[in-house]
């Protein structure tokens, strides 16, 4: 792990994260002023020059100053001071469209039943900016699929939405007529195997030459049969060469 030896620098990026700015690093935090040190070190790791941060430099941060501003409990952090957070309110004056991102294998699903609440946050986060919804999105997905929300369609459907700072808005369950989704991209075509070659049919008291019966070589003509009687001539021969060689020695 690298070693990280300003400890204060770090400790005022995390108090303007956490107590001034959340949602301008795509974060929401909870009621107490609590987020996950997970989703916090993934928001930092897109940020350049933190991305070296681990767990490590967030409890350092918090446990080696007396009088650090921030707090961990258990796997949460928060800042002690929040009085400047935008504190969650209700979205009377929402832009025509809002933004999230899903996993590319929630596609169909959001193509066939909406958005529905996929954690348990209560509440789904979107964007007024397609940029950021991305960056939320690349969180849980490489490549993930932007969704566009037509906020009318979805107050008109009973839809009650709240900004979490400027960035940020929640929501609940959103119905599909009320979404703009890109289609299912085309899925590849199965390999067309190579044609086999017909095989001529097989009729009964037929002979069946495979190709092994063949030379290699078109222009190769096929060997002559072998004479059965030239063998026997030979060992005829042999036989008598050998009586001839038993009488001379006699």
């Given amino acids: 792990m690298r070693v990280f030896n300003d400890t204060r620098r770090l400790e005022k990026m995390l108090l303007y994260i956490l107590g001034r700015r959340p949602d301008e690093f795509g974060l929401v935090l909870d009621p107490q ?17 933190w991305r070296f941060v681990r767990q490590g430099h967030l409890r350092e941060a918090a446990w080696r100053q007396p009088d650090s501003g921030i ?21 009377l004056d929402l832009p025509k469209r809002l933004y999230t991102a899903v996993r590319r294998r929630s596609h169909d699903r959001v193509l066939e039943n909406g958005l529905a609440l996929g954690d348990p946050t209560g509440y789904l986060v979107l964007s007024v900016e397609e940029t950021m919804a991305q960056r939320i999105g690349r969180r849980r997905d490489s490549a993930p699929v932007l969704i566009a929300v037509g906020t009318a369609c979805a107050q008109a459907a009973g839809v009650s939405f709240q900004y979490a700072g400027e960035l940020l808005v929640l929501s609940g369950p959103l ?76």
């Fill in 33 to 49: 002023g609590f987020v996950g040190m997970k989703v916090l070190l993934q928001a930092l790791q897109e940020e350049e020059g």
């Fill in 71 to 91: 707090e961990i409990q258990g796997a949460a952090i928060r800042a002690r001071h929040r009085e400047a957070v935008l504190l969650r309110r209700p979205a």
């Fill in 175 to 250: 119905p599909r007529d009320c979404l703009e989704i890109p289609p299912l991209p085309k899925s590849r075509e199965p390999a067309v195997p190579a044609e086999r070659p017909r095989e001529h049919p097989v009729h009964p008291g037929s002979v069946v030459r495979h190709l092994g019966d063949f030379s290699q070589d078109a222009g190769t003509p096929p060997a002559a049969p072998r004479d059965r009687s030239a063998w026997k001539r030979d060992r005829r021969r042999s036989r008598r060469m050998k009586e001839r060689l038993h009488q001379g020695e006699d």
